[in-house]
T-cell receptor, first 114, second 113 residues
Framework: EAGVAQSPRYKIIEKRQSVAFWCNPI?????LYWYQQILGQGPKLLIQ????????DSQLPKDRFSAERLKGVDSTLKIQPAKLEDSAVYLC????????????FGPGTRLTVT | GNSVTQMEGPVTLSEEAFLTINCTYT??????LFWYVQYPGEGLQLLLK?????DKGSNKGFEATYRKETTSFHLEKGSVQVSDSAVYFC????????????FGAGTRLFVKA
């Protein structure tokens, strides 16, 4: 079974530029998560989708971050404009349902904002 | 909401030493508890979990017991190997946190040959 795919793996941009990350979850997984992991910290949930609907986006900085899940499958996370403090690894994860099922994580996208 | 506190690293051990990584949590009710591991250059993966009080999760020689009375979920292994070098994250989910997973800051383990 293929795992969670993310691209790009690395991205370097200047502040105030925009950037987009892509995630392809495991086939059949209804729930998709985006996490931000700042160096030395644990992952922090940004947004959770159930199929193509948003379940929780309470920690998403909506003035600059946006996310969508097309047709309940792939998802993109966008930052516009980027700030220095957005430098982090952005992790995508998926699970079959909600609670009680294992979350599977992608390899992450390492973003550096200069 | 839920929160997780785990011991700061890095932890450096010699091969075959005993490992303990402490984790305590705060939550309303009875969350599920997890340990995730991140090996160098790889993504996060679930190591073990426990869903109710006194449950013991185990995998790859690692164990952790859900202690409601002390709100703890300490990770232990009797004899570590060099291949166990990684970052370990304690996490909670459910009961007061919805199905949102709350992670600790992570503990980096180095095992020397």
């Amino acid at each position: 079974e293929a795992g969670v795919a993310q691209s790009p793996r690395y991205k370097i941009i200047e502040k105030r530029q925009s950037v987009a990350f892509w995630c392809n979850p495991i086939s059949g997984h209804a729930t998709l998560y985006w996490y931000q992991q700042i160096l030395g910290q644990g992952p922090k949930l940004l947004i959770q989708f159930q199929n193509n609907g948003v379940v929780d986006d309470s920690q998403l900085p909506k003035d600059r971050f946006s996310a969508e899940r097309l047709k309940g499958v792939d998802s993109t996370l966008k930052i516009q404009p980027a700030k220095l403090e957005d430098s982090a690894v952005y992790l995508c994860a998926s699970r079959q349902g909600s609670g009680g099922y294992e979350q599977y994580f992608g390899p992450g996208t390492r973003l550096t904002v200069t | 909401g839920n929160s997780v506190t785990q011991m700061e690293g890095p932890v450096t051990l010699s091969e075959e030493a005993f490992l303990t990584i402490n984790c305590t949590y705060t939550a309303t009710g009875y969350p599920s508890l997890f340990w995730y591991v991140q090996y160098p250059g790889e993504g996060l993966q679930l190591l073990l979990k426990a869903t109710k009080a006194d449950d013991k999760g185990s995998n790859k020689g690692f164990e952790a017991t859900y202690r409601k009375e002390t709100t703890s979920f300490h990770l232990e292994k009797g004899s570590v190997q060099v291949s166990d070098s990684a970052v370990y994250f304690c996490a909670t989910e459910g009961d007061g946190g919805g199905f949102k997973t709350i992670f600790g800051a992570g503990t980096r383990l180095f095992v020397k040959a």
